[in-house]
């Protein structure tokens, strides 16, 4: 090989990867803005999942901690709604936790999570989640860990339901503190 075809190689491959680059931006600045509303939808589903009750859900923040404020029809406060993330064992497990005025889990949902399929992926079910709904900061302890817990681990995944029990709790604890 030349100097002339390896210069005129590179040349092709510098404007191939150029090229490359702009268009990936253009798909990229096209999509964003569908993308964003497709998760501003989805994170209003989860809302209205966790409180079915709400009529309206606002942002807000209040001493650095953000949450949606849920109102109901007559624009009362009826409950908040935080995004949390706790250390699993597959990675970080991020939540949403709804709770009431009377300082009771209202409803949890998992938005994202990296656990173990067909073990500590259970923690997104239906059976492991609802156990939350009713219970105080208390009650929220896994039972083989405190004799007054009332929360079951998933089989074979301790270390992921205790991320959530330990997660939900702190979240309590703070919004406690903060007051």
Request: glycine share 10%; net charge positive; no cysteine.
């Given at each position: ?5 390896i ?14 680059g ?7 600045k ?13 994170g209003?589903k989860l809302?209205?999942?966790i409180?079915?009750?709400g ?6 923040e209040?001493?650095g901690?953000?949450y949606?404020s ?7 406060e009826?409950?908040k709604i ?16 709804g709770?009431?005025?009377d ?9 994202e ?27 929220i302890?896994?039972?083989k860990d405190?004799t007054?817990g ?10 992921s ?6 997660g ?12």
């Amino acid at each position: 090989m030349s100097k002339k075809e390896i210069f005129i190689g590179i040349i092709v491959i510098t404007f191939i990867t150029g090229l490359s680059g702009y268009l990936l931006a253009q798909v990229y600045k096209t999509t964003k803005p569908k993308i964003e509303e497709i998760k501003k939808i989805e994170g209003e589903k989860l809302n209205k999942e966790i409180f079915p009750e709400g009529e309206k859900f606002e942002e807000k923040e209040i001493k650095g901690i953000k949450y949606i404020s849920v109102l109901n029809s007559n624009g009362e406060e009826i409950g908040k709604i935080f995004e949390i993330k706790t250390m699993g064992y597959g990675g970080y497990i991020y939540l949403k936790v709804g709770i009431d005025n009377d300082k009771k889990i209202k409803g949890l949902k998992i938005i994202e999570h990296n656990e173990t399929p067909g073990l500590g992926a259970k923690i997104t079910t239906a059976n492991f989640l609802n156990q939350f709904i009713g219970k105080t900061k208390e009650e929220i302890y896994l039972k083989k860990d405190k004799t007054d817990g009332k929360i079951d681990a998933i089989t074979g995944a301790t270390i992921s339901s205790r991320a959530v029990v330990d997660g939900v709790r702190k979240l309590l604890e703070k919004i406690e503190n903060e007051k």
